[in-house]
């Protein structure tokens, strides 16, 4: 879950009115209190899904008007992340660099081929990247 508050830093309740959007024909205008995100607002990644994007105005009564906290306005993204992430970046690589480790041993002993130091830095480079993937 991604919480998201926004609320004016310099401006109390008294001086300035957040609110979502207005629904009405122009002579009976009521402002919306709960929304949800119109999905086409969101650029597609190729990592994340937002699964649940609503938005809601809050107003804390028990904070007086004279301060900033009394209203905010609050976005609720829930999101999830896409398997085929998993797949491309850790699965894949793993399975490919196992194939080719194993590829070594029918080489001969005196070979001087380049093939077995590019395939090392190859699985540093996996490992590496793993680790730091790890870390975010």
């Avoid at 699964?51 to 904070?63: F, G, M, Q």
């Avoid at 209203?71 to 998993?86: A, C, G, N």
Wanted: aromatic share 12%.
């Amino acid at each position: 879950n991604c919480t998201l508050k926004f609320t004016s830093l310099t401006y109390n309740a008294k001086e300035i009115k957040m609110m979502l959007k207005q629904v009405g024909n122009g002579t009976h205008n009521h402002t919306v209190e709960w929304i949800v995100i119109d999905p086409e607002s969101f650029t597609e990644n190729g990592e994340w899904e937002i699964i649940h994007r609503p938005a809601k105005k809050n107003i804390y009564k028990h904070i007086p008007m004279e301060s900033n906290k009394h209203q905010d306005i609050t976005f609720y993204l829930v999101i999830k992340r896409k398997p085929l992430f998993y797949i491309v970046n850790i699965i894949i690589p793993c399975v490919l660099i196992s194939f080719m480790a194993s590829l070594v041993y029918y080489l001969p002993a005196d070979s001087q081929s380049p093939l077995t130091s590019i395939m090392l830095q190859m699985g540093f480079c996996h490992i590496a990247k793993i680790w730091f993937l790890s870390l975010l």
